[in-house]
């Protein structure tokens, strides 16, 4: 038995202010996404749960997500932002983690104009603070970071950490180093993980395929092995490039054939439960509730 978790997908409303990436240029994400928006695409394919992550630098976002955790059933719990670099980051971060639903945090590395960043001293205090209190990390990084990356990593050996979207690698130029290369020092560390999502929006938008992303997938997965990798839509930010359904295929597609169907279907949540160390009082989807 098996419990479907979407680990990684995004809610704002754009009135709120703090969402400066989101203008009428970016289309079909230029919109209010909420709870009742993805309810009808969790149901339908089975997910009990899903993760919301932060799309905006500010507390005030975090604080907002966390409210809507309250309230909203389908939510297990939200990834926040907090600066790394805060004279207040510890007393910030139990204020947090008052909210029982707070499970990471994210700051916006891919954003940012040093790519050393996360290896300034200060972020690293911050980080040992985030292991200490086993709060996991989020990393948003493309391959120009994760040589820093995989240095933080080896600094605090205590901290969970997980990479979003397979760090970016660049589909659409069908490039693979030395993104190969440093995905596999940031894998060969235990307590990391790394998130099949975003990859349809790295391809090209209008004529990606199944093909082309496989690659990519499968050396995730030889890297960091059925264990630590987990599923998340990238909902809706995917919308760029796909539908729901079709990125959930995608991942089910290109996933190696030599893994069991258990295996399989721990992508699609165990493996995100027992990472977030999440407790949910649903009833559990058979494993079998993922095949197309």
């Known amino acids: 038995m098996t419990l479907k978790i979407d680990a990684h997908q995004h809610y704002w409303r754009i009135s709120r202010g703090d969402y400066g990436w989101l203008t009428p240029e970016t289309g079909v994400l230029y919109n209010d996404y909420m709870p009742e928006d993805l309810r009808k695409e969790l149901d339908k394919h089975g997910f009990a749960a899903s993760i919301v992550v932060q799309a905006a630098p500010t507390v005030e976002e975090t604080d907002f997500l966390l409210s809507l955790c309250e309230r909203e059933p389908t939510l297990a719990g939200a990834v926040g932002w907090l600066d790394l670099e805060s004279s207040t980051f510890a007393e910030d971060l139990d204020r ?38 086993d709060v996991v990390l989020e990393l948003l990084v493309k391959t120009q970071h994760l040589p820093y990356v995989v240095t933080l990593l080896e600094q605090t050996p205590g901290l969970r950490a997980v990479i979003n979207h397979c760090a970016k690698p660049d589909i659409a130029g069908r490039v693979t180093e030395p993104w190969l290369e440093w995905m596999e020092a940031a894998g060969a560390l235990p307590n990391v993980y790394c998130k099949l999502s975003g990859l349809v929006t790295e391809a090209d938008h209008r004529h990606w395929t199944v093909d082309q992303i496989t690659p990519y997938v499968r050396e995730v997965c030889r890297i960091f092995g059925p264990e630590r990798v987990m599923f998340g839509s990238d909902w809706p930010v995917c919308l760029l490039a796909a539908s729901y359904e079709e990125v959930l295929h995608a991942a089910l597609d290109t996933l190696p054939d030599d893994w069991t169907d258990q295996q399989k279907a721990n992508v699609f949540g165990e493996n995100a439960r027992r990472f977030y160390k999440i407790k949910l009082d649903v009833a559990e989807d058979d494993a079998d509730a993922i095949k197309k």
């Open 96 to 133: 947090l983690l008052q909210s029982p639903y707070l499970l990471g945090i994210r700051p916006m590395l891919q954003d940012l104009d040093d790519n050393a960043y996360i290896v300034r001293e200060r972020v690293l205090q911050s980080a040992r603070i985030l292991a200490n209190r």
